[in-house]
């Protein structure tokens, strides 16, 4: 073994000896259940002895007073209202107990930046600042064993989450819509990767359904992401005449509107228009849009809240859902 004790990896030993990375944590950090036969194991391959104090570099030495803020790699090149309010209430809440925040840049397939910051025990706990379905980040922060509380909705049960209700929102905005006399709505939707749009149009469908109204699928395009593939939803859904247009976020709508108004489509006269999202992207938007307000700063510091309770050992509720809003303005009038 050409490696010694100080500067083996928790990876390595995993690997050579077929467990998990939070098992080889615990045995040499003695937190956790572990058997002894497992944690001998470990400080044998590990060149240490039951005694021995030195631990590899990438066992917890004790509190790092630091927070990971796991961030989506796309949303560099992004300016997301959102996350930036929810980064203040974060970095406030972290602040008032000592803590400092960290980011961390992932993709689907890139986990790199999180594994180096657990690989070498950086950071005590960890925000996941967007869920989607199958995220790498969930299945590795399960590994390591380190606290993490997720912005948005999982389908775990003992993930801690700070959400907003998306789906009510939804449904509550298309309600109003309904009422205000509009009976096709065609629906705009983003990525169905993340569980945000998922929430958002099964609430937009649950609307239609307790106002006695089936769904018509050509009304409604979601996977939006790039500015073709929203031009091309725009023209399809135009082409069924629809008498309003909801689209899941703040960034399409703003794009929405622009493109109608090259159209010379006039809002609300000929179409009307809405957001399930509100931001400063739409305050100068002529006319001004009908929204859905979250306050996203106050999500931030609820969800850093709930994992600084975490590690101070206190009982939380896993899944804490915050309000909304409906703000009816001269785009749907």
Known sequence: M??????????EIADALGVSKTTVSRALSGKGRVSEETRAKVFSYAGLTSTDTTAPRTVPQG?????????????????????????GGICTMAAQRGYDLLLCYVSETDTVQLERQLDRHKVDGVILSRTIFNDPSVDLLKQYGVPFVAIGRIDDPDIPQADNDQTGAACEMTRLLLQLGTRRIAYLGGSGTYTVNADRLRGFLRGLAEFGITADQSLIRTGLESDEQRTDALEAVLERHPDCLLCC??????????????????IPQDLRVASLYDSELLVGVTPSISAVQF???????TACRMLLDT??????????LQGYQVILRESTK
Do not use: Y
């Open 311 to 320: 590690l101070a050992g206190k009982d939380i509720a896993k899944r804490q």
């Open 295 to 301: 306050d996203a700063e106050r999500i931030g510091s």
């Open 249 to 266: 976020d703040d960034r399409l709508a703003f794009d929405v509107v622009r493109e109608l108004r090259a159209r010379h489509i006039h």
């Open 2 to 11: 050409s490696g010694t004790g100080s500067s083996m990896k928790i990876a």
């Open 63 to 87: 509190p790092t007073h630091n927070l990971s803020l796991v961030i989506p790699k796309h949303f560099v090149r992004l300016d997301l209202p959102f996350l930036r309010k929810c980064m």
